[in-house]
């Protein structure tokens, strides 16, 4: 399966993105899907997760309240909509997919990614 991550942008702090990821070769409805994000220098960290029905999802402590992911199968599509955005969200964003759902958190539970997008907040 191939993942398109689109949506990323620079908006102001407070404000808000919808990023969406576009997965071609394949169902969507197969695939757990996971957001993670990568600043320079920095390992790439856990976002947020989705079950393959969708009726599971994970959120790191940092964005929990403030981000949420959803999917529509139908449209073999992934949204990450992110309020109250924050500086400290500045990050390239990736969607990634897999099919196991033992630690969603963890980068190895998948076996696709996007090429990311890049989120940049101003203060």
């Known amino acids: 399966v191939q993942l398109q991550a689109s949506g990323g942008g620079l908006v102001q702090a407070g404000g808000f993105l919808r990023l969406s990821c576009a997965a071609s070769?394949?169902?969507?409805?197969?695939?757990?899907m996971g957001w993670f994000r990568q600043t320079s220098g920095q390992e790439r960290e856990f976002v947020s997760a989705?079950?393959?029905?969708?009726?599971?999802?994970y959120y790191a402590d940092s964005v929990k309240g403030r981000f949420t992911i959803s999917r529509d199968n139908a449209k073999n599509t992934v949204y990450l909509q992110m309020n109250s955005l924050k500086p400290e969200d500045t990050a390239v964003y990736y969607c990634?997919?897999?099919?196991?759902?033992?630690?969603?958190?963890?980068?190895?539970?998948?076996?696709?990614w996007g090429q990311g997008t890049q989120v940049t907040v101003s203060s």
């Open positions: 070769g394949g169902p969507l409805s197969s695939y757990n």
């Open positions: 989705i079950s393959r029905l969708g009726g599971t999802t």
């Open positions: 990634a997919a897999g099919t196991r759902w033992y630690t969603p958190q963890l980068n190895n539970e998948y076996s696709y």
